[in-house]
């Protein structure tokens, strides 16, 4: 319990919100929970659902300058652009494309594995108690190749992953169809992870621990923040709907939509939407035992209830653009080439904004210059993952303790104007 309590005002009702909520309760707070929609009603529904501690690479590794305009421009690569938009996006893109080297893509992967690297029990210890704990289960993560030699293609992944202390095992030829009969005969390589997990129904659970927040004493307020009141440079509220709502310290972990109340604090973060699209089949006719990879298209398939949902893809066209058609077609090719005896009922799509900076690193900590002006965000398609993880480390930093890992690398002072 932390000695003196505090008012904290959290905005956005996602995971990273409200497993931040939680931590503060724990820690004897009372938290104001802000979320202009309601909980889990953006990013946090849509993801892929996989506890992915061992995705802590980021996209922009060696040679993504060469291969990024082959794949925008081929229909069957899961990477597309909306080319209206490119004239807006290429300051961002050119700052996202400067860590494509060995050297980023190493220090990059050690800053985000230490918020992704115990994701199911993080996971774990967030839900217990809650209601939702049972949403929470653990799995092997596989990853399907085609061959060694494909597999070998992304060797610099795998040792990276090494050197985070992750191992696993290899089996090739009839392997992926022994462990699970469902896959296409054409994959010859399968790599299994123990230690990981999936989330059955990302949507409800983030609603359910919300809904723990809210009997814990907690309360819900359902409003567009426009601004962070300081007074003396310290945070004394929110102002919302013409309103002042009275808090000692504000955590801002509204995904994609962090931007303009960031740039208010001082802190102007390149920060680009990577829109995520998922396919679900639901009553599908056969289910995967576990969350696969598959790696020759860049798709993740999650067995969720009563569905299978199909995430991966990237597409670059902003807030504002309708879904494409493209990325939909595209999982449905994917999905009947690696698993070809499947069949469902009924198909629902969904398109959503992953919060993209453009160090690929997410921003966790106090504002420079605004006591008690938190940040948490832009964790790209791994939030769920490291959702619990930066509730709690941003708990023990409005505490006042020191987090046992270096918090310095996701600082908003990075970005600040104030230093």
Known sequence: MSQTQKTVAIIGAGIVGVSTAIWLQRDGHKVILIDKAGPAEGTSYGNGGVLAS????PVTGPGLVKKAPKMALDPNQPLFLRWSYLARLAPWLWKY???ANEADTRRISAAVAG????SLVDHQALSQGTGAQ????PSDYLFLYNDRAHFEGDALVWDIRKTQGFVWEEAEGSAPAAYDPIYAPSFDMLVKLAGHGRITDPGAYVKALAKYV???GGQFVKAMVEDVVLEGGAVTGLRAGGEVIACDACVVATGIWSGPLAEKLGVRVPLESERGYH???W???????APAMVASGKFVATPMEGRLRLAGVVEFGGLGAPPSKAPFDLLRRNVKAAFPGLTWEREEEWMGHRPAPADSIPVIGEVPGAKGAFMGFGHHHIGLTGGPKTGRLLAQM????TPNIDVGVYSPARYSSKI
């Open 54 to 57: 061992c995705a802590c690479v």
């Open 97 to 99: 494309l400067s860590h």
């Open 115 to 118: 918020i992704v690297g115990d």
């Open 134 to 137: 049972g949403f929470v289960q």
């Open 214 to 216: 809210e009997t814990s």
């Open 279 to 281: 396919l679900e089949l």
């Open 283 to 289: 009553n599908p006719s056969q289910m995967p035992k």
């Open 398 to 401: 409005i505490a006042g303790r």
